[in-house]
């Protein structure tokens, strides 16, 4: 007879593995699917920056624990390995199109600091990967890849899944960590009645030789581009490695042409002008709303199955973990139920859903869609002195709010049709501001 597990996690990302390693290390009975060949390959564009060791994310301030090679999650309580190269980055600089730029935290002064000057780190997401899979592989966790998982079925008490390859598992319960695309979200039905905002797509490169004046910050630079498009630049952990990828909410456009217009005219081509690209990484993903209620039929989604934007490595860390105990709570108190883990779902609504919510994150995302490329370059102008360095979900936007309202009067006085547009800015309804984006995107697929 096939064996019967307590539980089985679908995805092996950050957020998957976490859940099975906590499961396991609880003691239960685990099988991961995973859909990819190697598991630890990172074959999709991400900046790999850590949120945070400088600011707070889902309550959590994560320590970075050299000596003994793991990251830490004191708030949580538990640790993680990472036997990884790291780069602590100093500031992060946004810019407008032609080189005004508001700049949190002065660089120089902050590198002067060291480690109690940066604003966060980048490390390597394939060593993180290894580390929590190394630690996996040493537990009683069946792993099982490539396998595709295609849906789930309820039967009796216990959930079946189902793989394209005709293989099918059986467990008490499923934690679906099946990422941004979710299949799991889409044939449970759970991505109904989420609201769309757009596809956001990235061209990422590795580069080489790129020369910017503060080797070890992150950049955001406002393109001259319509529809909007964004570069964010980032050190990667290697010697004079540099990620800069350029990510827009509008699909269908040109990245690649954008990057070259970019990088070869105007203010910022003398960075690359010695630059070599090594490697082409992208992304696509639709944001949605996020799913408010993430389970149904003894499936628990989590991470960026059901986020809005992306849950970050460490927000996917913390969902496998919060998720894995609320599971073996469930199994042990015999509720196989929405009410066995209901510790899981109480605290994605208190941390998430009424702490950073989509409508915050999209607020956030908005100021391309409301100002011409000039009219930011006009208000970053104003903005001379460096904000306060931090990197923090909900706190950095608002310090940058702040520093905005302070030169309001001087927009008021010298571009009013500008500050009218600024005025209006929180109340037009989201659906208004990216109404080209939800145009373009392609969400009716993983709604259905
Ligand atoms: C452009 C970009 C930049 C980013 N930058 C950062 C950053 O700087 N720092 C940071 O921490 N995070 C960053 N992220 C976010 C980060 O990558 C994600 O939030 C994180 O990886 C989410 O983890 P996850 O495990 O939920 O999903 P994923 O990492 O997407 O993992 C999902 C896993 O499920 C597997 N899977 C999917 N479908 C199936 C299926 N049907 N059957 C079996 N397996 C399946 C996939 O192959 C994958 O391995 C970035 C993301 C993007 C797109």
């Known amino acids: 007879m096939a064996k019967e597990y307590d539980l089985i996690v679908v995805g092996a990302g950050p957020a998957g593995l976490m859940a099975a390693?906590?499961?396991?290390?609880?003691?239960?009975?685990?099988?991961?699917?995973?859909?990819?060949?190697?598991?630890?390959?990172?074959?999709?564009?991400c900046s790999m920056m850590l949120v945070s060791l400088a600011g707070k994310y889902l309550e959590e301030r994560v320590i970075l624990n050299v000596r003994e090679k793991r990251l830490c999650f004191p708030w949580y309580g538990f640790s993680i390995p990472y036997e990884g190269p790291h780069q602590d980055f100093y500031t992060w600089v946004i810019y407008a199109h032609n080189g005004h730029k508001i700049q949190l935290g002065d660089y120089q002064t902050n590198v002067k600091k060291g480690e109690a000057g940066r604003a966060t780190t980048v490390y390597n997401k394939e060593v993180l990967l290894k580390g929590?899979?190394?630690?996996?592989?040493?537990?009683?966790?069946?792993?099982?890849?490539?396998?595709?998982?295609?849906?789930?079925?309820?039967?009796?008490?216990?959930?079946?899944?189902?793989?394209?390859e005709g293989t099918s598992f059986?467990?008490?319960?499923?934690?679906?960590?099946?990422?941004?695309?979710?299949?799991?979200?889409?044939?449970?039905?759970?991505?109904?009645?989420?609201?769309?905002?757009g596809t956001a797509v990235?061209?990422?490169?590795?580069?080489?030789?790129?020369?910017?004046?503060?080797?070890?910050?992150?950049?955001?630079?406002?393109?001259?581009?319509d529809p909007p498009m964004r570069i964010w630049m980032t050190p990667r952990?290697?010697?004079?490695?540099?990620?800069?990828?350029?990510?827009?909410?509008?699909?269908?456009?040109?990245?690649?042409?954008?990057?070259?217009?970019?990088?070869?005219?105007g203010f910022f081509a003398s960075w690359f002008?010695?630059?070599?690209?090594?490697?082409?990484?992208?992304?696509?993903?639709?944001?949605?709303?996020?799913?408010?209620?993430?389970?149904?039929?003894?499936?628990?989604?989590?991470?960026?199955?059901?986020?809005?934007?992306?849950?970050?490595?460490?927000?996917?860390?913390?969902?496998?973990?919060?998720?894995?105990?609320?599971?073996?709570?469930?199994?042990?108190?015999?509720?196989?139920?929405?009410?066995?883990?209901k510790s899981y779902l109480d605290w994605w609504r208190k941390e998430v859903i009424e702490k950073y919510n989509d409508q915050d994150m999209m607020?956030?995302?908005?100021?391309?869609?409301?100002?011409?490329?000039?009219?930011?370059?006009?208000?970053?102008?104003?903005?001379?002195?460096?904000?306060?360095?931090?990197?923090?979900?909900?706190?950095?936007?608002?310090?940058?709010?702040?520093?905005?309202?302070e030169v309001m009067p001087i927009i008021a006085k010298e571009r009013p049709a500008m500050f009218q547009k600024l005025s209006k800015m929180g109340s037009i309804p989201l659906r208004k501001v990216f109404e080209g984006c939800i145009r373009a995107g392609f969400p009716s697929r993983v709604l259905c």
């Open 21 to 45: 390693k906590t499961a396991g290390e609880n003691g239960l009975n685990v099988a991961l699917i995973e859909r990819k060949e190697r598991i630890t390959d990172i074959n999709r564009a």
């Open 132 to 164: 929590l899979l190394k630690e996996i592989n040493a537990l009683k966790v069946d792993v099982f890849h490539p396998y595709n998982v295609v849906r789930t079925v309820k039967e009796g008490g216990k959930v079946r899944v189902v793989t394209r």
């Open 363 to 405: 607020r956030n995302v908005a100021l391309p869609y409301v100002l011409t490329p000039d009219e930011i370059d006009f208000m970053f102008s104003l903005i001379k002195e460096p904000l306060p360095s931090i990197f923090d979900p909900y706190e950095t936007p608002k310090l940058i709010a702040g520093a905005l309202a």
């Open 273 to 341: 002008r010695k630059a070599e690209k090594k490697r082409t990484l992208t992304s696509a993903g639709n944001m949605l709303s996020h799913i408010e209620n993430p389970y149904k039929d003894q499936v628990i989604l989590i991470s960026d199955a059901v986020w809005c934007a992306e849950a970050e490595m460490t927000g996917a860390v913390i969902s496998g973990w919060k998720a894995a105990n609320a599971v073996t709570y469930a199994l042990v108190e015999g509720k196989i139920s929405r009410e066995g883990v």
């Open 237 to 265: 952990t290697g010697k004079d490695e540099h990620f800069a990828m350029v990510t827009s909410l509008t699909s269908g456009i040109d990245s690649a042409a954008a990057f070259e217009r970019f990088s070869k005219k």
């Open 202 to 225: 990235t061209m990422g490169y590795e580069m080489v030789g790129v020369d910017p004046p503060e080797k070890y910050a992150l950049f955001q630079i406002f393109l001259n581009e």
């Open 170 to 197: 059986k467990g008490t319960f499923v934690i679906g960590a099946d990422g941004r695309a979710s299949r799991l979200a889409s044939t449970l039905g759970l991505n109904r009645g989420r609201r769309f905002f």
